[in-house]
């Protein structure tokens, strides 16, 4: 099928709109890798493609103004300009897609969007009739534990329970366990994806969780996985098997007890990263740093010898007098050189 769809893609001739050179492109049917791009399609399951996007419709010009015709970008999408980088310009990397009346489409993590993969996959939504449709709705347990509730007060980690619901939104299923047999972290992101977040890793059900374990419920799903970290749980790259499915297929090797109940930590940046708060005085500047990775949080301390500082003022770099001092996790420094301005 994913041969198919992209044979579909480059079989067609057109020409060169941006020269007068009266260059033609002619068919050619290569690997994904020697192609340079991953052959979004233009048709989906009962639905197709209304817009195509090229990288210089995301892109800035030489001047870093916008382009008349320039995407709207998240920082997941300018992310995902370096992985296209090196794919072919006349190309698509992006598509909007629709689905044919009495369909309902199931979303991507950007919704109507689909996307390549530096590898030459593609990520893409598609339609099921109205009549076929279900979805999965999922919801995390910590047990009270408040190490697994940000400050916003979302719970970002805890027992995963899922229910499935029509079109409608009307329960199929009571709240039911999954079990973490053949499980991956790129299975535990999708769900966390679900949730508002963009990562997740797998965790052990920790006591403080067990709590929540008081009320006996179903196993209704096992063997979810996922091979890439940014789908949905229903996406053509994850797979996984009903629970009663699995036990009438493998009978009791499929079978799953309460140290097989999934668990996911829920988290913004899978890579080291630094958030910034900066606060300032009319003598000082302070920077809250919070260094994270995987949802755990880092003492920066520890690196204070890999770690440089900058204060910019209107795009210009500031030059301090004397030293940084740390405190906890702010850096100060003790004065600014010939700055008056109480704004940055």
């Known amino acids: 099928m994913l041969v198919r769809r992209i044979r579909t893609c480059i079989t067609s001739l057109f020409c060169d709109e941006d020269t007068t050179s009266g260059v033609t492109y002619f068919p050619e049917c290569k690997s994904r890798e020697e192609a340079g791009h991953c052959g979004l399609p233009n048709y989906i399951e009962n639905g197709q493609a209304v817009e ?7 892109m800035m010009d030489n001047n870093g103004d916008d382009k008349e015709n320039m995407a709207e970008m998240d920082d997941w999408m300018k992310d995902k300009m370096k992985d296209w980088e090196m794919m072919d310009d006349m190309m698509p990397m992006v598509a909007k897609y629709e689905c044919e009346q009495g369909n309902v489409m199931r979303h991507t993590m950007k919704e109507q969007m689909g996307w390549c993969r530096k590898d030459g996959s593609f990520e893409i939504p598609f339609c099921v009739p109205r009549e076929d449709y279900n979805d999965v709705k ?3 347990h910590n047990g009270g534990n ?19 619901v029509n079109a409608d939104g009307e329960p199929t299923t009571d709240w039911q366990y999954g079990c973490n047999d053949r499980s991956n972290d790129y299975a535990a992101g999708a769900i966390c ?42 996406s053509h790259h994850c797979k996984g098997a009903l629970f ?24 913004q940046n899978s890579m080291f990263n630094i958030d910034v708060d900066v606060r300032f005085s ?24 890999d770690i440089e500082v900058k204060f910019m003022l209107d795009n210009e770099e500031i030059e301090t007098e004397g030293w940084f001092t740390i405190k906890g996790k702010v850096l100060r420094p003790s004065t600014i050189s010939g700055k008056r301005s109480s704004s940055v």
Request: proline residues 2%.
């Open 52 to 58: 195509f996007m090229f990288k210089k419709d995301m």
């Open 138 to 140: 999922f919801q995390l």
């Open 146 to 164: 408040k190490k697994m509730v940000n400050k916003e007060g979302r719970v970002f980690g805890g027992v995963v329970l899922s229910m499935t």
């Open 193 to 234: 994806r679900t949730l508002g977040f963009m990562h997740g890793a797998r965790i052990p059900v920790l006591k403080s969780m067990a709590k929540s374990l008081e009320v006996e419920r179903e196993f209704g799903w096992t063997h979810f996985s996922c091979d890439y970290d940014d789908t949905l749980p229903y």
């Open 244 to 267: 009663d499915d699995a036990m009438d297929q493998m009978g009791t090797k499929a079978k799953c007890f309460d140290f097989d109940i999934a668990a996911v930590k829920c988290f």
């Open 282 to 305: 009319k003598r000082k500047i302070m920077c809250n740093a919070q260094a994270s990775k995987k949802g755990n949080q880092i003492d920066l301390r520890s690196m204070m010898d």
